[in-house]
Each structure stands twice: as structure tokens, then as C-alpha cells.
């Protein structure tokens, strides 16, 4: 088992930027993908950007060169790093762990409201 803890929620502005980190405990391993997730009001969660444990990376077109995604593996964290924000990157953002192609664990989430 693992269990994610995100951090670094919270209101912007428009333009703004943000810092969001997840930090995994219990069982982890290095080849575990990790990643980062969305669900707005009144939409499906969707695959916002992910990183293998080779550090191969996956962004969405709707955040590609805005947002950038890292992890350390020492550290059991995942960060995804937002910059110029837009209201519709409005939504609960969560974290990931997909473990062997088909398991996987979430955070609790955390809200990420950008203001126009």
C-alpha cells in the first residue's frame, strides 16, 4: 500500500503560478509512474501530465509548456510546477500512482481555483 498527500493548492490569478507536491509513504517503488490528475466541476478527472520512474514524461496538450512535472525518487515526491495560469485550469487536482500498468492509488485531492 501507498498513500499520496498533495500540497500547494490554493487561489491565483489569472497569469499566476503554483507549485503543487505530492509526497508518497508506505510501499514505493522507483518504477512506479507517477502523475498528476484533474476533475473540474461537472467533468471527468483527466490525465494532466505523468513521469515514469525513468523520468519519461507525458504532458496534456491543454498545459503543454505551461505546466512541468518532476519527481524524486529519494524523496518520494512528485511535483507539478503550473505557470500561467488560466481559469479553466480551475479544478481538484490529484495525485497518482499507477503501479504494474494497472493499479491505482489517489490523494485526497487538492482545489486549485485561478481567478480571472
Known amino acids: 500500500q501507498v498513500q499520496l498527500v498533495e500540497s500547494g493548492g490554493g487561489l491565483v490569478q489569472a497569469g499566476g503560478s503554483l507549485k503543487l507536491s505530492c509526497a508518497a509513504s508506505?510501499?514505493?517503488?522507483?518504477?512506479?509512474?507517477m502523475g498528476w490528475y484533474r476533475q473540474a466541476p461537472g467533468k471527468q478527472r483527466e490525465l494532466v501530465a505523468s513521469?515514469?520512474?525513468?523520468?519519461?514524461?507525458n504532458v496534456a496538450d491543454s498545459v503543454k509548456g505551461r505546466f512541468t512535472i518532476s519527481r524524486d525518487n529519494a524523496k518520494k515526491l512528485v511535483d507539478l510546477q503550473m505557470a500561467s495560469l488560466k481559469p479553466e485550469d480551475t479544478a481538484v487536482y490529484y495525485c497518482?500512482?499507477?503501479?504494474?500498468?494497472?493499479?491505482?492509488?489517489w490523494g485526497q485531492g487538492t482545489l486549485v481555483t485561478v481567478s480571472s
Open positions: 497518482n500512482i499507477r503501479r504494474w500498468g494497472r493499479v491505482d492509488y
Open positions: 508506505g510501499v514505493f517503488f522507483s518504477s512506479d509512474n
Open positions: 513521469i515514469t520512474g525513468a523520468g519519461v514524461t
